[in-house]
């Protein structure tokens, strides 16, 4: 069984890389978004964030989740059913 990052600080992974991880993603999304019009300064400007850990679902996900009530993922059959999970 794979160990699975915790989805908050813990003495083994501290506050600060949590937030540091979040915050590059944000800040690479916040550049694309800013220069979305100039494919060249986009082009030159971005890289992805490299962070030691990172877990998509508890890092990135869970933290736009906060304090937030509303229906994520909406399930849409080809028949246009829908469903909120």
Known sequence: MTARTPSGPTEEFPAEEFRTATEEFRAARDFLLAHRED??????????PRPTRFNWALD??????EDNDRTAPHLVEEDGRRTAM
């Not at 990135?60 to 989740?65: G, L, S, T, V």
């Open 39 to 48: 494919y060249a300064t986009a082009y030159e400007g971005f890289s992805w």
């Open 60 to 65: 990135r996900f869970d933290r736009i989740a």
